[in-house]
């Protein structure tokens, strides 16, 4: 599985966008990307998925690189409830490994202020 | 309504007694987790299972049992607590086809003393 690396740390303001970045670069061709958050007391939430190119959904969109190597998840307009950590995974879905669960490293704290 | 619910949210014990903590999901989703959460470590999965009697440990599983006896309904057991088992606990939930889509409970903090 491929190693992933995230920054410990980023701040924003109410209304930025937040752009957190995740370098994968032994990515394989049968894995997937994922990003999930977790706010204080809380556990992880499932964000967005993708394989290539651009994905968006009703929380994030999700920007990766031609050669897969490189993943950014950009936040639009972050209010104080976007404050969290959030966690980029890599893994794979061909081997039918759910039967692994995921593996969270530290993630990106995203602080977010008034 | 698609919710993981643990309980309970906080417990303290002394050492030597035994833990239980519950979860509960009502996705009918096959597979459930268990993770527990420490500073500096992110989250580590100690057991995970597939379906009722169908158990396998994840990555830390030693002092730690579950039973999972319904779909809906899965345990984590600590026979003889520890004081390096004060921990967050979070319960996940995935359908089988989709095993890296987890849901996650709100956690239970358990603190040995």
């Known amino acids: 599985l491929a190693k992933t690396t995230q920054p410990p740390s980023m701040e924003a303001y109410e209304g930025q966008e937040v752009n957190v970045s995740c370098s994968h670069t032994?990515?394989?061709?049968?894995?997937?990307i994922y990003w999930y958050r977790q706010v204080p007391h809380q556990g992880p939430q499932f964000i967005i998925q993708?394989?290539?190119d651009y994905v968006v959904n009703e929380v994030a969109s999700l920007f990766i690189s031609a050669d897969r190597k490189l993943s950014t998840l950009s936040l639009p307009w972050v209010s104080l409830r976007d404050a969290a950590v959030y966690y980029c995974?890599?893994?794979?879905?061909?081997?039918?490994?759910?039967?692994?669960?995921?593996?969270f490293g530290l993630g990106t704290r995203v602080s977010v202020f008034p | 309504d698609m919710k993981v619910t643990q309980m309970p949210r906080y417990l303290i014990k002394r050492m030597g007694e035994n833990v239980l903590l519950e979860c509960g999901q009502d996705?009918?989703?096959?597979?459930m987790y268990w993770y527990r959460q420490d500073p500096g470590l992110g989250l580590q999965l100690i057991y995970i299972?597939?379906?009722?009697?169908?158990?396998s440990e994840g990555d830390i599983p030693k002092g730690y049992r579950v039973s999972r006896k319904k779909r809906e309904h899965f345990s984590l057991i600590l026979d003889s607590a520890k004081t390096n088992q004060t921990s967050v606990y979070f319960c996940?939930?995935?359908?089988?086809?989709?095993?890296?889509?987890?849901?996650f409970g709100e956690g239970s903090r358990l603190i040995v003393v």
């Open positions: 996940a939930s995935s359908f089988h086809n989709s095993g890296n889509t987890l849901y």
């Open positions: 032994n990515i394989a061709t049968s894995e997937y």
């Open positions: 993708g394989y290539k």
């Open positions: 995974i890599v893994t794979d879905l061909s081997l039918n490994n759910y039967a692994q669960g995921l593996t």
């Open positions: 996705m009918s989703h096959e597979t």
């Open positions: 299972s597939y379906d009722v009697d169908s158990n």
